[in-house]
DNA sequence: TTAAAACCATATAGTCACTATAAGGTCAAT
DNA sequence: ATTGACCTTATAGTGACTATATGGTTTTAA
């Protein structure tokens, strides 16, 4: 299987299945006698793991750290619940920062109605008071 | 007022005053003899409204757009508000994408406890089945 | 047969908002 | 005289791609 051929198969552009090799995420497939990557099935299974990862928003690091296990199976399988378990944490604390973020804009917007001139706009005087200084 | 002073006062670091130079978001102040930055009230307000902006996840694009409304006060507002509502809406987004995410990452852990091998782990089966395609 | 299109290759630069590093000049205090 | 804190510029690194430049190969159509 060429690159395009992977790329359309699993939906991602071919720069990023090269982008992915250089990372280390995709081993380097044989060449064809053009130079052409070829590709195996063994691949396609790979990548589409990695973007399976990338859906759940899993960094290439932790990526990488997943395949590590499955390339040795036989360890015991916490160190994977713990990255999870790191992982929605983490998104859990992004959810819980923008929605204190959310608050903060609608009460902001809730200072100006349109057709006034900006001089008068709630939304920039509310901007240019306040604490500049995070926590 | 020197660079460390301006940083210090406003809590950012001096490269991050200098790249806002840079990006055109703060005026280039005067030079005293020796070549130092020298900066007054007005530049520490217009630090400290870009900063209060960043807190407010808005990027430097939408700052420099705000800016150009403060410079221009005899405006209608209506832009600004839109700006903001733009904003808001793009916060509640990613909050919903993330609520998502959250519970499909739950879902996923709920597959396996600890005390199991690599091999029948029940996280990194999940992960490996299912579709990789993103909408 | 030839020419266009679609594909492949590599290398390099751009995105965003910084942060870090290198290499050096200036100033006050010891 | 030298240490340390400050300032300067220029350049590279972060993450996860995406875009561009330049050129070779293969397939398809006129």
């Known amino acids: 299987m060429r690159i395009?051929?992977?790329a359309r198969s699993v939906g991602v552009n071919t720069q990023t299945i090269r982008f992915y090799e250089q990372q280390g995420l995709l081993p380097p497939p044989d060449r064809q006698e053009?130079?052409?990557r070829a590709y195996t099935e063994k691949h396609s299974e790979r990548l589409a793991f990695i973007c399976r990862c990338r859906i759940l928003d899993l960094?290439?690091?932790e990526i990488r750290e997943l395949q590590r296990y499955q390339d040795d199976p036989h360890q015991p399988?916490?160190?994977v619940n713990t990255l999870l378990?790191?992982?929605?944490?983490?998104v859990r604390s992004q959810i819980t920062a923008l929605q204190?973020?959310?608050?903060?804009?609608?009460?902001l917007r809730a200072g100006c109605?349109?057709?006034r001139e900006?001089?008068?706009c709630g939304v920039l005087a509310g901007i240019g008071k306040g604490s500049a200084h995070k926590q």
């Open 85 to 90: 378990d790191d992982h929605i944490s983490h």
């Open 59 to 61: 960094s290439l690091a």
């Open 77 to 79: 399988c916490a160190a």
């Open 113 to 115: 109605s349109d057709g």
């Open 4 to 6: 395009g051929q992977l």
């Open 34 to 36: 053009n130079g052409y």
């Open 118 to 120: 900006v001089e008068a």
């Open 100 to 107: 204190a973020l959310e608050k903060q804009l609608v009460s």
